[in-house]
């Protein structure tokens, strides 16, 4: 016969605090973007062009791109972020939202603009140039 389980109040509790930890953190990194936005996405079209991941004709408006990417996400609601991040969950074990964000942004959208040749690389390879380049700017 199989065994009900019923959590007590003090499992409650500290899932509860879990997940209000993970929400700050999350809600943290977001907005500690508008600090560092000029140079965060300078550096991110510099490091997207040097890995040849993107490859573009104009590198001013792919950094441009970039800031706009990042000033929707600062503003974006949490249903927003989630429906763009949801197929790349998979590419990291522990993603960081303001990577995985970008990344779909990359992926998905940045291949149709004007000034965009082509996109090279796998998911993973687009996340981890991404991703150092965040782990510089933003906080843990």
């Known amino acids: 016969m199989?065994?009900?389980?019923?959590q007590s109040t003090r499992e409650s509790?500290?899932?509860s605090k879990m997940e209000s930890?993970?929400?700050?953190?999350r809600r943290s990194t977001i907005g500690s973007i508008?600090?560092?936005?000029?140079?965060?996405?300078?550096?991110?079209?510099?490091?997207?062009?040097e890995n040849n991941l993107v490859e573009t004709t104009n590198?001013?408006?792919?950094?441009?791109q970039l800031r706009r990417c990042l000033e929707a996400l600062i503003y974006a609601e949490d249903f927003d972020i989630d429906y763009q991040v949801a197929p790349f969950r998979n590419v990291a074990a522990n993603p960081n939202i303001v990577t995985l964000f970008l990344t779909a942004f990359v992926i998905e959208k940045l291949i149709n603009h004007k000034d965009v040749v082509d996109i090279f690389g796998?998911?993973?390879?687009?996340?981890?140039?991404?991703?150092?380049?965040?782990?510089?700017?933003?906080?843990?």
């Open 21 to 25: 930890q993970k929400e700050h953190a």
């Open 34 to 49: 508008r600090d560092c936005i000029e140079p965060f996405s300078n550096a991110m079209a510099m490091k997207l062009v």
């Open 59 to 64: 590198k001013t408006s792919l950094e441009d």
């Open 13 to 15: 509790n500290i899932i």
């Open 122 to 140: 796998s998911d993973e390879d687009i996340y981890k140039c991404i991703d150092l380049q965040v782990a510089k700017f933003l906080p843990a």
């Open 2 to 6: 199989a065994k009900v389980f019923r």
